[in-house]
């Protein structure tokens, strides 16, 4: 499975450039929708989508990555010693990198809240001039 994820990635062009382009279409739908009227309400109520979007899908995932390489590490446990170490290690990986995505996306409102001048939330259109 970690092989045929890597030759999907690495060596296939026509999967970067279908990802790359669900992504655009994703990000400029949300914010073709703001410009048909150029207000900041709009804006900031597009960057609050787009936010909420994100925020969702990196937190679920930091969950799931924590509760999959906690049950691995704990199930290395009971496998022979020639693979216990590198099950642990892939274990370990994932569960920090479920903290990682789960800190990210809890710090993501104070970054957006930076850049756009207004608390980000679903909707808000706080500070619009």
């Known amino acids: 499975m970690e092989n045929l994820i890597y030759r999907l990635i690495s060596k296939s062009g026509y999967f970067r450039i279908v990802f790359a382009l669900l992504a655009a279409i994703g990000m400029f739908s949300t914010i073709a929708s703001a410009s048909s009227a150029s207000t900041c309400a709009n804006v900031v109520t597009s960057i609050s989508n787009i936010y909420?979007?994100?925020?969702?899908?990196?937190?679920?995932?930091?969950?799931?990555?924590?509760?999959?390489?906690?049950?691995?590490?704990a199930g290395a446990h009971i496998m022979p010693g020639s693979t216990k170490g590198s099950l642990q290690g892939y274990g370990m990986?994932?569960?920090i990198g479920g903290v990682i995505g789960v800190v990210i996306a809890l710090l993501a409102p104070y970054i957006l809240q930076l850049i756009t001048g207004a608390p980000v939330s679903?909707?808000?259109?706080a500070g619009c001039v």
């Open 52 to 73: 909420q979007d994100v925020y969702t899908t990196i937190f679920i995932l930091g969950l799931l990555l924590m509760i999959l390489g906690g049950a691995l590490y």
């Open 93 to 95: 990986g994932m569960i």
């Open 122 to 125: 679903v909707g808000n259109t």
